[in-house]
């Protein structure tokens, strides 16, 4: 995808980047992941993906299955991008992409992550893509502040815009 003259695109987590996407984690989110975390995103194929802003790894998508006996759902464990690189529509691709795979697949319930109560610019990013804010997590964190995370969803059906941010205009005519 082109972006402003700037190329980004999206590249599979593997053993010989890990480390990388170890690294970026590292810089971009205040908790910490352990060794699980990171074996089970080699496993888990599209749904973990390092992004590339000109050929350097600035982002990275991390997401899991939660499967349950009535719902199937899927999980971002993560979406983050360096900060000097935010603003260039690279967490826009990596987004997209999520929404894709459950569009694609046509099996999910919904999609839906944490994020901490104080991210406002995180809370904002999501919901022009119709994320809602569904419940407040007390204590969800440790070892940071604050502590709660509001949980975010988009409830899939029929006619969700799946590839594109919801518009103050598709707002307005939704409340009317």
């Not at 407040?136 to 070892?143: E, G, I, V």
Request: proline fraction near 3%; charge should be neutral.
């Amino acid at each position: 995808m082109r972006s402003r003259g700037q190329h980004i695109e999206l590249g599979d987590v593997t053993p010989h980047n890990i480390k990388q996407l170890k690294r970026l984690n590292q810089v971009v989110f205040p908790v910490s992941y352990n060794d699980k975390f990171y074996k089970d995103v080699l496993e888990v194929g599209e749904l973990a993906k390092l992004a590339y802003y000109n050929d350097i790894v600035v982002g990275a998508v991390c997401c899991r299955v939660d499967q349950t006996e009535d719902s199937r759902r899927l999980y971002i464990m993560t979406l983050g991008c360096l900060a000097p690189y935010r603003r260039l529509r690279i967490g826009t691709v990596m987004l997209n992409h999520v929404l894709k795979i459950c569009e694609e697949d046509g099996n999910f319930d919904n999609v839906f992550l944490h994020v901490q109560i104080n991210n406002e610019g995180a809370i904002r990013f999501y919901q022009k893509f119709g994320f809602e804010i569904i419940e407040t997590k007390k204590h969800y964190y440790k070892r940071i502040e604050p502590a709660d995370a509001h949980v975010l969803q988009k409830t899939f059906g029929r006619g969700d815009a799946i590839e594109r941010p919801v518009s103050n205009q598709d707002q307005q005519q939704d409340t009317s």
